[in-house]
């Protein structure tokens, strides 16, 4: 089986895929340890406390979720996820510990409960990321880096037969390779480099979904982008990754305050400033719209030198590096594009829509987040739904032979020729994202924003020449063709939700409609590369192909 990425999710599939006999390899776009896991800074949620215990853990998330998690799949994370975290320990990472030993547990917002494990103080990710990268490299997998995976091949029954992927460095210009596997697991992470600021790295450029999309696999929920609410302020006109200002830090009693020193999510919602994201977002942007500012403050003084050395070494550093003493001064912060709760759909062992081909962590939906994520269950959920990939993969090798064969792939059927933008599409396409799709968004704003990225689409495709090719292939250009990809997805289903729910926030539809939008909005790309959008009858997901196959059987 072929891995495809290397954060938490992906690492997490192949040493349980590789323990359980199967040949595995690993391919990801830059290095080992390049992933957003390496800058996860919060922690990773887990009902490790005592008095603490997976219900309540699955309540908090229920709520923060805003009626649409599917409450199996928040059961599954939740009760899994204890065991799955030690298992991660097993691996080799370290997590803070108090004096006795045991783990040190914080609290982030929409937690009731101190339930945040973390390591390094604000490093939790990294030392995740070191742990399975050394793992991985101790248990001889085979990995190819810095490998841009572009299509999903597939056999003539429509099943996974592996991968193409272009080798950054190797070859041609334009020139490909594949990895042939009957099952491939999405790992890819996020798409927050589809808007012009984001705390996600510049490798997040959504190619897992639009893959999946080519692949024929179903989307849904792309609409709920996190927006993390304290991201540190460089500027208006910044652009690309953002240094991040970790919950934790709220978590430990930092204050949100204007300009002019007003704690202003007091009153705003029970948990003020540990508020679940979405409404510490919408607090922020608020009072920015309020005072016409450019941005609000963290302030966190209070914690003295000795704590923020100690406690946030990364942040701090990262304050220091722009000019910003946190120790000293508050921090100036604004919202940015942080997690995609939304993505390619899947099961409770996920798999997706496409016989084969699986999807775990920032890259899938399998129901867990809903229309906004709880901080810190990313971390949790690549991890128990990796686990749950690998022990579905290895079942089916072992009990029916279905993963045993490697399928031979055929072309791919005629249809239109998938045009390529030129690489500086991105920058047009990441502006109109901030401008129509940000934090605040409306029928207007959406309408234009659909426009202009039809008019790229429509521009690109009139491009092509009579080799079926418009930009020169490389890198570049498949990101910007990935992003558009993703872009039109998210507005069309932002368009269709006339609400406002979790992340997602239209003015002109301020209230929350149970009767009509509790369920979720399902993309899948037609042969012609339109958009064939649906909604479900719940919030349930409807069932993936595998389970009709199984009760038809």
């Known amino acids: 089986m072929v891995v495809v990425g290397s954060g938490v999710a992906g690492l997490t599939a192949a040493l349980r895929c590789e323990a359980a006999g199967l040949t595995t390899v690993v391919v990801t776009k830059a290095r080992l340890d390049d992933g957003s896991t390496r800058w996860a800074q919060g922690g990773i949620a887990a009902a490790l406390g005592d008095g603490d215990t997976p219900e309540q853990h699955l309540q908090d998330t229920l709520v923060a979720g805003a009626g649409l998690c599917d409450e199996e799949a928040v059961r599954l994370l939740v009760t899994e996820g204890p065991d799955a975290v030690r298992r991660l320990i097993s691996t080799g990472a370290h997590f803070d510990t108090d004096d006795g030993g045991d783990i040190q547990l914080t609290r982030e917002g929409g937690h009731h409960r101190r339930r945040i494990a973390h390591a390094g103080g604000d490093a939790t990710g990294a030392e995740i990321s070191r742990a399975l990268v ?264 072992a009990g029916n032979g279905l993963h045993a064969r490697v399928p031979a792939p055929v072309p791919v059927p005629e249809r239109p020729a998938h045009p390529l933008l030129a690489p500086e599409a991105r920058f047009a396409i990441q502006r109109t994202m901030t401008d129509g799709a940000g934090v605040l968004r409306s029928a207007e704003s959406l309408e234009k924003a659909a426009d202009q990225l039809q008019r790229l689409h429509s521009e690109a495709r009139d491009a092509l020449d009579e080799n079926g090719k418009t930009a020169e292939p490389g890198v570049d250009t498949w990101e910007a063709t990935n992003l558009l990809c993703v872009a039109r997805v998210l507005v069309a289903a932002a368009r269709l939700r006339e609400e406002t729910r979790g992340c997602h926030w239209r003015e002109d539809r301020a209230e929350r409609d149970d009767t009509a939008w509790r369920r979720h909005i399902v993309v899948r790309l037609n042969p012609d590369r339109s958009l064939a959008v649906h909604t479900t009858d719940s919030a349930h997901f409807p069932p993936t192909r595998h389970h009709r196959l199984s009760q038809e059987q």
Not at 186 to 191: D, H, I, N, S, V
Request: charged fraction near 20%; proline fraction near 4%; glycine fraction near 12%.
């Open 134 to 397: 050394e793992a991985v490299r101790a248990r001889g997998l085979r990995t190819v880096e810095n490998a841009l995976v572009l299509d999903l091949l597939t056999d003539a029954e429509g099943r996974t037969a592996g991968v193409t992927l272009h080798v950054m460095g190797e070859g041609q210009h334009d020139g490909v390779g594949a990895v042939h596997a009957p099952a491939v697991v999405l790992a890819t992470g996020g798409m927050g480099q589809v808007f012009s600021a984001t705390t996600n790295p510049s490798v997040s450029t959504g190619d897992g979904v639009a893959l999946a999309l080519r692949a024929g696999a179903e989307v849904s929920d792309l609409e709920f982008v996190q927006f993390h609410p304290t991201v540190l302020f460089l500027g208006a006109d910044a652009e690309g990754q953002q240094p991040l200002v970790s919950e934790a830090v709220r978590g430990e009693g930092a204050h949100l305050v204007d300009g002019d020193g007003v704690r202003f999510m007091v009153g705003q919602h029970e948990l003020a400033e540990l508020a679940p994201r979405d409404i510490v977002a919408k607090g922020i942007t608020r009072r920015m719209l309020e005072q016409d500012a450019e941005h609000m403050f963290l302030d966190a003084r209070h914690f003295g030198a000795d704590m923020w050395e100690h406690r946030f070494p990364t942040i701090l550093a990262a304050c220091r590096a722009n000019g910003i003493d946190p120790v000293t001064e508050p921090i100036p912060i604004a919202p940015a594009a942080h997690y995609a709760s939304g993505g390619v759909r899947t099961d409770a062992r996920g798999r997706t829509t496409v016989p084969g081909l699986y999807a775990c962590g920032e890259v899938a939906c399998t129901g867990v987040h809903g229309a906004n994520r709880l901080a810190s269950n990313s971390l949790l959920e690549g991890l128990v739904y990796a686990e749950r990939i690998a022990a579905d993969i290895a079942a089916g090798h």
